[in-house]
């Protein structure tokens, strides 16, 4: 069994100013991706380092905006009933990666109209460089002890930990690490020599989509559902596999449009 390690979940703390690890994976997230962002840009026509850093202030406040609102509405819905306010209390944790998805997608149409890209030439170009955001989010997750895994069976269990945040105390799967490897790490090496190739248009987008539906469908079998939420259909699905579904069946739909439409946006193919 691993021990936890025990991480103050604040990085930084300048007298009333509190600095937390998962802010800091926020900010790391969001470098990473102007980084990658940049660098794909070096290797296109009709993108520039202001389009970049604009496309990522976009994305970051559609996923900080919709991440919020969506972890409101899809989990916490009640609580926000009961308090409004604390819909603004962002420091007590607690962001949907569905509602951040929403948000980045309806964020990149106020891009698009303002630099006239078409929306999926901008998803396409932005995709690969999700998932490395979402394995410094899981990692955050990780440090502050939240959304850990199912109990096992087995205590003895090599990969087995018990979260101090746990009131029961129970051998658990990591599935926070599970998740930043699966739907982060390898997410992104899929995506990054996939779109590394000349691919028709909504080709790209769609393979995220089928990529992090599989995945995030696949690791919720490792992860806790929360309190007050548990098995919603079947017994067995939890509202991450719900959301996560409808985005392999879309994924799947945009494949096969963009392979019969083959619209290229560059590369030798490159439509005129």
Not at 22 to 39: E, R, S
Not at 124 to 148: K, Q, S
Not at 243 to 262: D, H, N, T, V
Request: hydrophobic fraction near 50%; glycine fraction near 10%; charge should be positive.
């Amino acid at each position: 069994m691993l021990t936890y390690p025990s991480i103050n979940p604040v990085a930084l703390e300048l007298g009333p100013l509190k600095v937390h690890w998962y802010g800091v994976m926020y900010l790391l997230a969001f470098l990473c991706a102007w980084g990658l962002a940049t660098y794909r840009a070096k290797q296109r026509d009709g993108w520039t380092s202001e389009m970049v850093s604009d496309l990522v202030f976009y994305g970051a406040l559609g996923v900080v905006l919709g991440g919020r609102i969506g972890y409101v509405i899809f989990y916490e819905f009640n609580k926000f009933l009961d308090n409004p306010l604390w819909l603004f209390q962002v420091w007590t944790g607690g962001m949907s990666f569905h509602g951040g998805f929403i948000g980045v997608m309806l964020a990149m149409i106020l891009w698009c109209r303002k630099y006239k890209k078409t929306w999926f030439q901008t998803m396409d170009f932005i995709a690969p460089c999700v998932p490395t955001g979402l394995m410094f989010g899981r990692i955050g997750n990780f440090i502050g002890g939240e959304l850990y895994g199912r109990a096992v069976s087995d205590p003895n269990f090599p990969l087995g930990m018990i979260f101090p945040t746990d009131p029961l105390h129970l051998v658990r799967h990591p599935s926070q690490i599970y998740q930043a490897l699966c739907e982060g790490l390898l997410l992104f090496i899929i995506l990054w020599f996939f779109s590394s190739k000349p691919r028709p248009r909504m080709a790209v987008s769609a393979l995220f989509l089928i990529g992090y539906g599989c995945a995030r469908f696949f690791m919720e079998f490792f992860r806790e559902p929360d309190a007050d939420q548990g098995y919603i259909l079947f017994g067995w699905m939890t509202k991450g596999q719900i959301l996560s579904f409808p985005m392999i069946i879309i994924g799947i739909l945009f494949m096969l449009y963009a392979y019969k439409r083959k619209i290229y946006d560059w590369g030798p193919q490159k439509n005129a």
